[in-house]
């Protein structure tokens, strides 16, 4: 039978995965999206075009801080899980969370 701690261990991982991904991603969406807003100014979009996608960049400016918070949350519960957890360090799983963390810290001091 699984031991239930590596089950909880692979959910908290998973979740600090999920959520730098996330970040990540609407960090890159913020860089993107002014991308296309400076095409569309270059381009002599229409002033409701313009506004519009204003309206989206700040939408994925306001995701960031929001999506660092929470990661920065899942970061420190799994990072003492793997604290208290110290006799599953031979497991795969064990790892595997500790690479996940170790890129979760990168994305955090990014």
């Given at each position: 039978m699984t031991d239930?701690?590596?089950?909880q261990l692979v959910i908290k991982s998973g979740v600090v995965?999920?959520?730098t991904r996330e970040k990540y991603c609407y960090a890159k969406e913020v860089v993107t999206e002014q991308a296309r807003?400076?095409?569309?100014?270059?381009?002599?979009?229409?002033?409701?075009v313009l506004r519009k996608q204003e309206e989206v960049i700040q939408e994925c400016i306001m995701m960031v801080p929001d999506s660092k918070r929470r990661l920065q949350k899942e970061y420190e519960v799994l990072?003492?899980?793997?604290?208290?957890?110290?006799?599953l360090k031979e497991t795969e799983a064990y790892t595997k969370a500790a690479e996940i963390l170790k890129a979760a810290k990168a994305e955090l001091e990014a």
């Open positions: 239930p701690r590596i089950r995965r999920r959520l807003m400076e095409k569309l100014r270059g381009d002599g979009a229409d002033d409701h990072e003492k899980y793997l604290a208290d957890e110290q006799d």
